[in-house]
């Protein structure tokens, strides 16, 4: 066939492809519109997952009558006007491709009105022709789709089940819903209402409208700005997680994005506090200048370049780190545990906490007051050789005494590495070691960071080794598997501090089933008093748990 230019409607069909590859693209190219618009309410009706009917209804600014055909044509937009402009946008559109691409693929119908105008007016395209009337309607715009990818037969095959692409809508509108808490969405799947927002401007009320009520209460505030960043959002309490990145939302610039590095930022933020395998759920808003920012990458505008990816990953998981650690609440067992506790003892109670306590005053006033303080516990004695019973001002503590003394060591371990000074103990027999071929590769590599937390490891021809040296945690207990494990452990690579610390601590913290002497109980809870983050062990789990005076008295009815 010789060399000829395609016709415009296979152009445009072939183009389409890019921004419309499922209903739920439509849904979230109108959605966009909506937004842009200035919509405070916006109302979503599909029928057999978009194939049939994608309607989407706004109160927005409208299309004026002169323009209708022209919002029609590829490349015709409101929202730039040079691509200088990009370095300043802050609308979700300006790529002018979406309603032509729409009508390249479906029957397209628009009823509009701008505000103040005589009348509104309806606009169809069907198969190419396209013809307005005059028509009533209060300002804003219904654009409603209907035979989608009819004339494409190729890409409705490929469509997955009804049930699955209209779960692919919900997930559109769930993110722009937690995206703009100010605007009222309403959702009608097949004539049955499906979500629903207040529009309240908080996003607090959002996530309890359409994600988990229960975690919504719960969920801890992010908010911090560094020069011209700022993030705002909500995360999930450490002991509220999920099994999967399905509660992972990120919004840049008001915008929805997938990104892995956001993800991995408040993932790593979580570190130690919640069990591997385990994520939360979290809500996180990201503003920055546009010109730090690249959108147009795909034409579905979803994926994004930072100019500095380094620099915004560690301002989100310096941001989430601290309003964890300030804010994760111990748990405490009550009656109505719905109400959200924040921040769970402040410098006063920690002052109180001593008047309950045996020991001099000083302690209290020389003890460092980290950003989630225990306050001074008073021992009660030990339950079934695995929990220690203490009283705090408020109640009873029950605190596990593995984890709680795992965690202890883990932040001690790190500590004196951090200053440089780990206590290694020679061994008085140095040990000769077989490695596999495996261990023995990654000893190469961490050789120089298992020296800085104390052991000693030299090669010993062939695949020995001799040991010389441990962790003094360590020595008297299984200082081998501890090693083993970390040689063999995929995340000692990128985070192998703090895996080593994990396994040190672990592999010395007092057993369960130990019995502890009165001065044992009493130095392990010194120690968690001081820890950094008292309420968790390094791997997420807790450490410990109250039961409130007012849960007693509620309990025995004295109040
Ligand atoms: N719901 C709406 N309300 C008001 N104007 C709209 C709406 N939808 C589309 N428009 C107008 O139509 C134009 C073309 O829309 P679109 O093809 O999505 O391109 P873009 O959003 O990239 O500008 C927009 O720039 C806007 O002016
Ligand atoms: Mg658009």
Request: proline share 5%.
């Amino acid at each position: 066939m010789p060399i000829h230019i395609l016709d415009a409607r296979t152009v445009a069909r072939i183009a389409a492809g890019e921004v419309v590859e499922r209903p739920a693209s439509v849904v979230k190219e109108l959605l966009e519109n909506s937004i842009d618009a200035g919509a405070r309410h916006i109302a979503i009706d599909i029928r057999d997952g978009g194939t049939g009917l994608i309607r989407v209804s706004d109160d927005g600014c409208g299309i004026a009558a002169a323009e209708l055909s022209l919002a029609f044509t590829r490349h015709a937009t409101s929202k730039i006007s040079s691509f200088d402009d990009l370095d300043t946008i802050l609308s979700l559109g300006f790529r002018g491709e979406a309603l032509c691409s729409i009508a390249a693929v479906a029957d397209v119908e628009v009823i509009t009105a701008v505000d103040g105008a005589s009348s509104g007016y309806s606009f169809t395209q069907h198969d190419g022709k396209s013809s307005q009337r005059p028509l009533a309607r209060a300002h804003g715009t219904t654009i409603s789709v209907s035979h989608l990818f009819k004339a494409v037969p190729a890409r409705l095959k490929f469509l997955k089940s009804g049930a699955t692409e209209t779960s692919h809508i919900v997930n559109i509108v769930t993110n722009y819903a937690l995206a703009y808490p100010e605007v009222r969405f309403e959702l009608v799947i097949d004539d049955r209402p499906s979500l629903k927002t207040s529009g309240s401007g908080q996003l607090r009320d959002t996530c309890a409208e359409i994600l988990d009520q229960n975690i919504a209460v719960r969920m801890i505030s992010i908010e911090a700005a560094a020069g011209s960043f700022s993030i705002t959002g909500l995360v999930s309490p450490p002991d509220m997680s999920r099994a999967n990145r399905s509660g992972l939302y990120f919004f840049v610039n008001r915008r929805w994005v997938r990104s892995p590095m956001l993800s991995r930022a408040v993932e790593e933020a979580y570190h130690g506090l919640l069990t591997v395998g385990r994520y939360p759920v979290a809500v996180i808003n990201l503003s920055l200048p546009p010109s730090d920012i690249d959108i147009n990458i795909h034409p579905a505008k979803t994926e994004i370049k930072f100019r500095d990816d380094g620099h915004i990953f560690n301002f989100v998981r310096q941001s989430v780190r601290s309003s964890l650690i300030g804010e994760a609440p111990v748990p405490v067992i009550s009656e109505s545990s719905a109400a959200y506790h924040p921040t769970a003892y402040r410098q006063s109670e920690l002052s109180a906490g001593s008047l309950f306590d045996r020991r001099p005053a000083s302690h209290a006033a020389t003890a460092a007051t980290p950003a989630q303080a225990l306050p001074a516990l008073r021992p009660l004695g030990q339950v079934a050789g695995c929990y220690i019973l203490a009283e705090g001002p408020d109640g009873l503590y029950i605190i596990d005494q593995h984890a709680a003394h795992e965690r202890i060591m883990y932040e001690k371990t790190l500590a004196a590495r951090a200053r440089q000074n780990p206590s290694s103990q020679s061994l008085l027999q140095p040990q000769t070691i077989e490695l596999s071929p495996v261990e023995a590769a990654s000893l190469k590599v961490l050789a120089g960071l298992l020296a800085q937390f104390g052991f000693i490891v030299e090669a010993f021809g062939g695949r020995s080794y001799l040991v010389r040296a441990v962790p003094s945690a360590l020595s008297g207990h299984d200082w081998l598997t501890a090693l083993r494990e970390f040689l063999n452990a995929p995340e000692s690579r990128d985070q192998g501090e703090e895996k080593l610390a994990e396994l040190i601590a672990c592999h010395s913290a007092i057993r369960a089933g130990k019995n502890l002497s009165p001065e044992e109980v009493r130095a392990l809870l010194l120690d968690l008093e001081k820890a950094e983050v008292p309420n968790t062990c390094p791997h997420g789990r807790p450490t410990l748990m109250k039961l409130e005076t007012s849960a007693l008295e509620r309990h025995f009815k004295r109040t």
